[in-house]
C-alpha cells in the first residue's frame, strides 16, 4: 500500500459549545477518507478536548484553528488559539490535558505571536484493505448408515459487469 506524503486539513472556527460537536463528526469524516477508522474515537475525543479548554479558559468567542495533518506514519492534531497562557497538566483526572496525553504517542504546547498552540500525535498507518477470507470447504460427515453425505453443490463465481466508459457502452474484449 502506497502511504500518502502529505494529508492535511485546517479549519478556523470560534470555539462556542455548539462547534465541539461539529468539529468531531467533521474529523472523523476525514479521518474515514484517509482510511484511519481505528483512530476516529481517540482523535475526536482529544481535538473535543483541547476545543473545551479554549472555550472553558479563553471563551466562547474566542478564534482558534484546528489541524490535522497525517504523514503516512505520524497523525498530528493541533489547535491555536489567541489566549497568551500555555496550559499545564496539573492533574491525571481524565479530562483535558490528561486526557490528550491518555490519548496520544506525544502532546505539547509552543507559544506563538498571537497565542500559542497546542498540540498531540499518535503512531498510525493505514489500515488497508485487506481481501475477504477464503471458505473453507465442507467435509463430508456420514450419515447414520456409514453412507456418506452428500457434497453441497459449489458455490457460483461472482460475475463481473462490464465497465462502462462515460458516454457509451463498453467495448467487447478481443480474443486475439
Known amino acids: 500500500?502506497?502511504?500518502?506524503?502529505?494529508?492535511h486539513y485546517t479549519v478556523e472556527l470560534h470555539a462556542s459549545a455548539e462547534r465541539v460537536p461539529q468539529m468531531r463528526r467533521i474529523v472523523a469524516a476525514h479521518l474515514r477518507h484517509w482510511n484511519l477508522e481505528l483512530h476516529i474515537?481517540?482523535?475526536c475525543r482529544g481535538v473535543a478536548e483541547?476545543?473545551?479548554n479554549v472555550h472553558r479558559h479563553i471563551g466562547p468567542d474566542a478564534r482558534c484553528v484546528v489541524e490535522l495533518r497525517w504523514t503516512g506514519r505520524h497523525l498530528t492534531a493541533s489547535v491555536t488559539d489567541d489566549g497568551p497562557r500555555?496550559?499545564?497538566l496539573v492533574s491525571a483526572a481524565g479530562t483535558g490535558l490528561a486526557a490528550v496525553a491518555a490519548l496520544s504517542d506525544s502532546w505539547g504546547t509552543c507559544p506563538t505571536a498571537d497565542g500559542k498552540v497546542v498540540w498531540f500525535t499518535r503512531r498510525v498507518s493505514a489500515a488497508g484493505r485487506t481481501p475477504l477470507p477464503t471458505r473453507t470447504p465442507l467435509r463430508?460427515?456420514?450419515?447414520a448408515k456409514g453412507r456418506p453425505a452428500r457434497q453441497p453443490e459449489p458455490e457460483?463465481?461472482?460475475?463481473?459487469?462490464?465497465?462502462?466508459?462515460p458516454g457509451g457502452p463498453a467495448a467487447?474484449?478481443?480474443l486475439v
Open 140 to 143: 463430508s460427515v456420514p450419515d
Open 1 to 7: 500500500m502506497t502511504r500518502p506524503t502529505d494529508r
Open 86 to 88: 500555555l496550559p499545564r
Open 41 to 43: 474515537p481517540s482523535v
Open 156 to 165: 457460483p463465481e461472482p460475475e463481473t459487469a462490464p465497465v462502462t466508459a
Open 50 to 52: 483541547l476545543l473545551t
Open 172 to 174: 467487447a474484449p478481443s
